[in-house]
């Protein structure tokens, strides 16, 4: 339900509710994130259309969402401030200001619920007129945990080109580092129960994404993909699960004194004796590099009107390995020694006129 003053007036006031009921199941016929969760937004803005000074257009819009699940659990409040404008050459600029308490029914993968974080948030983004033959826009984030020292930082780039009405290219690129003291490692089961092991992460990622567009005639187009992605990261400063909803950071787990947990490197795993007359218990090292490319050359040629032929040509690469490589030259050489996977496409299609 929505309801709020019109979107065509300078002050805007909106209040979003909406449900999903834990039995939900639309994947056939679409992407749902999550069930079981009543939510309600409410924004709160100023918007100008008409030029003024420096600006084009300007808005600046106050948001709070509140999340719970059917038992009545909260499990989300934000509050956020954003704002946006457009500056009279066509440049664009965007910020956003947030703090969020959230509790994730999901991170211990069939666990009870976990408190996260209490996370203070900024982003911003700006961009280049994209009219242009060349464009330009830049976007970073960076968050902090209030509880410790977990945090994340993100910065990407973009750039699109136009040398001729026929060819347009572009490329993304973008880093991130993560540091969570709240990362899920794995479910050991025990005598006792099942034990939910979080640790410490420290993650770094590359993503880039390459896009290029070839028209050689108005029925006869070439089109190009291509995205490297790598990740890897390291685990410390293991834990168990506790008192997963407690209100102090400390409560929500039992921290492995160095007499609990030690490291088997020929098995690459770890064994935990939580008390001396405990049953102990192993799991593999959840450390890891991953490394992929994905692509897709397409050449799609109308031959007559309603009638196509496609001819594709997709590359893959994945590789993994179970440890933490850092580095990323060594990760990118590692990914095209990868043997890849080519698949060859055709498909026609014919139009009968009536």
Request: proline content about 4%.
């Amino acid at each position: 339900m929505r309801f709020g003053r019109s979107e065509k007036s300078r002050l805007r006031l909106t209040d979003h509710f909406h449900w999903y009921s834990p039995g939900l199941d639309l994947n056939d016929l679409g992407y749902l994130r999550q069930a079981d969760i009543i939510s309600n937004q409410l924004f709160l803005g100023w918007s100008e259309t008409e030029p003024k000074g420096i600006f084009r257009t300007y808005s600046v819009q106050y948001a709070r969402e509140d999340h719970w699940d059917f038992d009545g659990l909260k499990i989300r409040s934000a509050n956020s401030l954003e704002a946006s404008a457009q500056f009279k050459n066509k440049w664009r600029a965007e910020s956003n200001f947030q703090l969020e308490q959230s509790v994730d029914t999901r991170a211990l993968r069939g666990g009870p619920a976990l408190r996260f974080h209490d996370v203070w948030s900024t982003e911003f983004a700006a961009r280049s007129d994209s009219s242009r033959r060349a464009s330009f826009s830049i976007a970073g984030e960076h968050a902090i945990s209030l509880d410790d020292d977990s945090r994340l930082s993100r910065i990407e780039g973009l750039a699109s080109f136009r040398p001729s009405n026929r060819f347009t290219f572009s490329g993304r690129t973008s880093y991130e580092r993560h540091a969570n003291h709240l990362q899920y490692a794995t479910t050991a089961a025990t005598s006792d129960g099942p034990r939910w092991l979080l640790g410490r992460i420290e993650q770094d990622t590359w993503s880039f994404t390459l896009r290029a567009n070839l028209v050689l005639t108005p029925d006869l187009t070439i089109q190009y993909y291509g995205s490297p992605f790598i990740s890897a990261g390291r685990y410390s400063a293991f834990k168990r699960a506790a008192e997963t909803l407690a209100e102090v950071f400390g409560d929500r787990f039992h921290l492995f004194s160095p007499g609990e947990i030690s490291f088997r490197s020929d098995s690459n795993s770890y064994i935990v004796s939580e008390r001396p007359d405990a049953t102990s218990y192993s799991f593999a090292n959840p450390d890891f590099s991953f490394r992929q490319f994905r692509s897709n050359l397409v050449l799609r040629w109308e031959y007559r009107p309603g009638s196509t032929l496609y001819a594709v040509w997709a590359q893959g690469r994945t590789a993994s390995e179970p440890r933490w490589n850092t580095a990323f030259s060594s990760n990118w050489s590692a990914l095209w020694r990868e043997r890849p996977d080519n698949v060859f496409l055709v498909k026609l299609t014919y139009w009968f006129s009536p």
